[in-house]
C-alpha cells in the first residue's frame, strides 16, 4: 500500500508496487520478513531528515538496507516498516595516503574500497565472504569478518569514525580520521555491529595499512580430523599467526569432492586445512622450513601454492562452498558459533556428544566455526529448535558465543536474549531508549 507522504520527499526514489518490494522481504539467511510498506533510495540528508519525521509522526520503523548479504535477518522488515535502500547514497571514496585513512560513504561497495587502499598500495583487511558483492555500509552495522580476522581482526577494530542518522533527523559524525582520539567514551564504536537499532550509518572513515609484499598459500591436508584441531593455539605458541586459516571437516570435504567443481574434485586428504601467511620473508625458504618444523608430522603432505593463479583457485573455491551447501541443501540451517582457539578441540567433543547431525566448515584460525545443519529442512521445527539451542548452549558454555560475524537480527534474537546477561540485555535496552527514543530504527531486531 503506497505511502503517500513519503512522494514528497525532495530526492529520493520511492518504490511501493508489490513487485518492487517483495525481493526486500530476504537476505541470504532463512529469514523472511514482512513486506515492507515502501523502499526508499534517498539521495539527500533532507531526505533523511523528512523519513525521520514521517517515521515518528506515522509510527512506522526505518530498516536499513546495503547489498541485503547478511545472513542473520538483520535488514529484512519487522511489523510496520519501510526499508531504507542505501544504494544510491552519493559519496565518494577518498584515500588519505598521508594519513593511512580511507573516507567512503554507507552505498561505496566493499570491493571498491579494497579496491582503493590496493590502488595506492594500502590495504584494507575485513573480508567477509561476500565482499565482491556486499556493501561497505553493510560490512559495518554488522561488525563483518571473514579469513582475515585471523589476524587482522573484525570491522570494528578498522573503523576510526562514523557518521549516522540519529533520532533528531540529523547526521552526526562520531570520531574523528586519527588512530589516537580519547576524549571520553568512543560513541562511534557503539554503531558498529548494531545492525543499526542505534541509528542508521551513512559512511565511515576506516584506517589502512601499507599492502603485505608476499602471501604464502598452503594446503594443509590431513587423514585424521583431530589432527588440525589443536594446531591453531599450538601454531601461535610457537610464534605463527597466520593471516588466515580455514578448514573443511570430512563429510564438507566429500561433499565438495562429490558434486562440486571439477578443481574441488582433485582436493587431497580426510580433513582439509589452508593456511596463508603474509609476513615479510614468508615466501623464503627459512620461513617455510620453520614452518614445516613447527607443524611437525602433520606437514608431511603440505601442499605449497607457489602460483598466483592456483591461490585464486583455492580461495575460489573456499568462497563458494556456502553457496555450494546451500545449492545441494536448500533448507541447510548455518549457524557461525565462535569458541576460543584453545576450546575447539572441546567443541568438537560436546557436538559428537549431542548427536546433532551437522557438517562444517569456515575459521578454525579464531575459532569460527560454520556448523551447518544440513537436513533442517527435514526435521520437525521443535527439534531444529532444540538442535539450534543446544549448539548455542555448547559454544557459551566454552566461553564462546552464538554468531561470530553473522550478528542476531531476526535469526538470532530469541536465543540471544535467552543466553545472554540480563543486566547486559537492559543496558542494550536503555541504550536503544536513548539513543532512539521513538523506537524507530530497524525495530523488533537484536534487543
Known amino acids: 500500500m503506497p505511502i503517500l507522504p513519503l512522494r514528497r520527499l525532495p530526492h529520493a526514489e520511492v ?17 523472511v520478513g514482512n513486506i515492507p510498506m515502501a523502499v526508499v533510495k534517498p539521495k539527500s540528508r533532507e531526505d533523511l531528515r523528512e523519513l525521520v519525521r514521517l ?11 546495503g547489498a541485503g548479504t547478511g545472513k542473520a535477518g538483520g535488514c529484512v522488515p519487522a511489523g510496520r516498516a519501510v ?3 542505501m544504494g544510491a547514497w552519493p559519496g565518494e571514496i577518498h584515500v588519505s595516503n598521508q594519513d593511512l585513512t580511507l ?20 590495504f584494507y583487511p575485513p573480508d567477509p565472504n561476500s565482499w565482491p558483492l556486499c556493501a ?11 579469513p582475515n580476522a585471523c589476524k587482522y581482526g573484525m ?55 601499507p599492502k603485505p609484499s608476499e602471501f604464502l598459500t598452503l594446503l594443509l591436508p590431513v587423514s585424521q580430523f583431530q589432527d588440525l584441531l589443536e594446531l591453531p593455539g599450538q601454531l601461535c605458541a610457537k610464534g605463527f599467526l597466520p593471516s588466515a586459516f580455514e578448514f573443511f571437516d570430512p563429510a564438507v570435504l566429500a561433499e565438495l569432492r562429490e558434486s562440486g567443481p571439477e578443481e574441488a574434485r582433485r582436493l587431497p586428504g580426510t580433513a582439509l586445512a589452508i593456511l596463508e601467511f603474509d609476513d615479510r620473508g614468508c615466501t623464503s625458504g627459512a620461513f617455510i622450513a620453520a614452518l614445516t618444523e613447527a607443524l611437525g608430522p602433520i606437514s608431511e603432505h603440505l601442499q605449497v601454492a607457489s602460483e598466483s593463479r592456483r591461490r585464486d583457485q583455492i580461495w575460489n573455491l573456499r568462497r563458494l562452498t556456502s553457496a555450494f551447501l546451500k545449492e545441494m541443501h536448500p533448507k541447510k540451517v548455518s549457524e557461525d558459533i565462535v569458541v576460543p582457539r584453545s576450546r575447539i578441540p572441546d567443541f568438537f567433543e560436546g557436538l559428537e556428544k549431542l548427536e546433532i547431525p ?64 540480563p543486566s547486559q540485555i537492559e543496558l542494550l535496552r536503555a541504550l536503544k531508549r536513548a539513543w532512539d527514543p521513538a523506537g524507530i530504527f530497524n525495530p523488533g531486531k537484536v534487543v
Open 55 to 65: 517515521a515518528q509522526s506515522e509510527s512506522f520503523g526505518l530498516v536499513p538496507r
Open 155 to 209: 570491522t570494528r577494530h578498522w573503523v576510526l569514525a562514523v557518521d549516522a542518522l540519529m533520532g533528531d533527523g540529523e547526521i552526526h559524525s562520531f570520531g574523528i580520521g586519527s588512530v589516537k582520539a580519547n576524549a571520553g567514551p568512543s560513541l562511534g564504536q557503539l554503531l558498529i555491529g548494531s545492525e543499526g537499532i542505534f541509528g542508521m550509518i551513512t559512511g565511515a572513515t576506516v584506517r589502512l595499512i
Open 15 to 31: 518504490l511501493d508496487d508489490i513487485e518492487s518490494l517483495a525481493p526486500y522481504r530476504l537476505d541470504e539467511s532463512h529469514v
Open 136 to 146: 561497505f555500509g553493510g560490512s559495518l552495522a554488522t561488525n563483518a569478518g571473514g
Open 358 to 421: 551437522a557438517v562444517t566448515y569456515g575459521h578454525l584460525g579464531d575459532g569460527n566455526l560454520h556448523v551447518n545443519l544440513l537436513s533442517a529442512g527435514e526435521t520437525e521445527p521443535a527439534e531444529l529448535e532444540r538442535q539450534v539451542m543446544d549448539l548455542f548452549k555448547l559454544a557459551v558454555s566454552l566461553g564462546g558465543t552464538l554468531s561470530g560475524e553473522h550478528g542476531i537480527g531476526l535469526a538470532k534474537r530469541d536465543a540471544f536474549l535467552a543466553l545472554s546477561d
Open 103 to 122: 573516507t567512503a560513504p554507507a552505498s561505496a561497495w566493499l570491493r571498491d574500497v579494497k579496491g582503493a587502499a590496493e590502488e595506492s598500495n594500502l
Open 83 to 85: 526499508v531504507v535502500d
